[in-house]
């Protein structure tokens, strides 16, 4: 597509083919049509990219990309930054999938309100038997929201990509692996820049067993610390509020089971 309004950078590796699928299959069939997507592979194992490839071949607007070796998804997303052709980048994950209406609505949304640099929404989780909950996050969120935890969820997030190139990406310090989000919106909110929630869900957002399995105690560690960081450039670090620095580490201490129970009872 000549011109699109919106590029849609997804970087995937050994991705789950019927996942994928149903991920693009969401994307294509958005009330909004002018958006390409950037799917980026990054350095899948030869099986898992031919599945991609073919995946991609759904839609004339999926361009698909590669890096030879797995470099990591801030990588994969400042690739598809640098080659996207349109004013505004949407995120998504090659296991979630956007409602209808999603991009028509986030697209309004930052054509109106130019005070926001950018737009998310709250999302269903889901596992494999369905959704099971909903996430809901501030709607116009406040430096002190990031205490608690991220309050955008990222695959829901339509940018300006001129805030997006203005703070430099997204870091690929690996320290801040499977971080970066975070990261960004509180150099984002350092940097001055705002952000806006639409207040219903607009994705379907996969979090069971397995997403829980992928929060190590070595992340946890790598959180805490980029709390503390993140914390003092917002203003917020002070003895008040040493325990929501330590949070990542409390949690991590906690059997798995009861913290996906108690995900289940906080997002019901």
Same mark, same amino acid.
């Given at each position: 597509?000549?011109?699109?309004?919106? &590029?849609?950078?997804?970087?995937?590796?050994?991705?789950?083919?019927? $996942?994928?699928?149903?991920?693009?299959?969401?994307?294509?069939?958005? #009330?909004?049509?002018?958006?390409?997507?950037?799917?980026?592979?990054?350095?899948?194992?030869?099986?898992?990219?031919?599945?991609? $490839?073919?995946?991609?071949?759904?839609?004339?607007?999926?361009?698909?990309? #590669?890096?030879?070796?797995?470099?990591?998804? !801030?990588?994969? *997303?400042?690739?598809?930054?640098?080659?996207?052709?349109?004013?505004?980048?949407?995120?998504?994950?090659?296991?979630?999938?956007?409602?209808?209406?999603? *991009?028509?609505?986030? +697209?309004?949304? $930052?054509?109106?309100?130019?005070?926001?640099?950018?737009?998310?929404?709250?999302?269903?989780? &889901?596992?494999?038997?369905?959704?099971?909950?909903?996430?809901?996050?501030?709607? &116009?969120?406040?430096?002190?929201?990031?205490?608690?935890?991220?309050?955008?969820?990222?695959?829901?997030?339509?940018?300006?990509?001129?805030?997006?190139?203005?703070?430099?990406? +997204?870091?690929?310090?690996?320290? $801040?692996? *499977?971080?970066?989000?975070?990261?960004?919106?509180?150099?984002?909110?350092?940097?001055?820049?705002?952000? +806006?929630?639409?207040?219903?869900?607009?994705?379907?957002?996969?979090?069971?067993?397995?997403?829980?399995?992928?929060? &190590? +105690?070595?992340?946890?560690?790598?959180?805490?610390?980029?709390?503390?960081?993140?914390?003092?450039?917002?203003?917020?670090?002070?003895?008040?509020?040493?325990?929501?620095?330590?949070?990542?580490?409390?949690?991590? *201490?906690?059997?798995?089971?009861?913290?996906? !129970?108690?995900?289940?009872?906080?997002?019901?």
């Amino acid at each position: 597509m000549k011109n699109p309004e919106i &590029t849609i950078a997804m970087g995937v590796y050994n991705p789950q083919p019927a $996942l994928l699928e149903r991920s693009l299959c969401s994307l294509i069939r958005q #009330r909004f049509t002018g958006w390409e997507l950037l799917l980026y592979d990054d350095g899948s194992d030869p099986p898992h990219a031919r599945k991609i $490839l073919e995946a991609a071949e759904a839609d004339v607007r999926i361009h698909p990309l #590669r890096g030879e070796i797995n470099r990591g998804l !801030a990588h994969a *997303l400042n690739v598809c930054i640098r080659r996207a052709a349109s004013p505004y980048i949407a995120r998504m994950d090659d296991d979630d999938e956007s409602l209808p209406e999603r *991009l028509a609505e986030e +697209y309004a949304l $930052l054509e109106r309100e130019n005070q926001y640099g950018w737009v998310g929404s709250w999302a269903l989780l &889901t596992d494999g038997d369905g959704a099971w909950g909903v996430r809901r996050v501030p709607e &116009t969120p406040q430096p002190e929201d990031f205490l608690l935890n991220s309050p955008f969820i990222h695959p829901s997030v339509l940018f300006r990509r001129t805030v997006l190139e203005a703070a430099g990406g +997204y870091r690929t310090d690996p320290a $801040l692996r *499977l971080l970066e989000d975070y990261d960004l919106f509180m150099r984002l909110y350092a940097a001055g820049q705002r952000g +806006y929630n639409i207040p219903h869900p607009l994705l379907r957002y996969r979090e069971d067993r397995a997403a829980l399995r992928r929060r &190590t +105690y070595g992340r946890r560690i790598r959180e805490a610390r980029l709390r503390l960081d993140g914390f003092r450039s917002l203003g917020l670090l002070r003895t008040a509020t040493l325990p929501y620095v330590i949070k990542p580490l409390v949690a991590g *201490l906690i059997p798995p089971g009861i913290r996906h !129970a108690a995900d289940r009872y906080l997002n019901r």
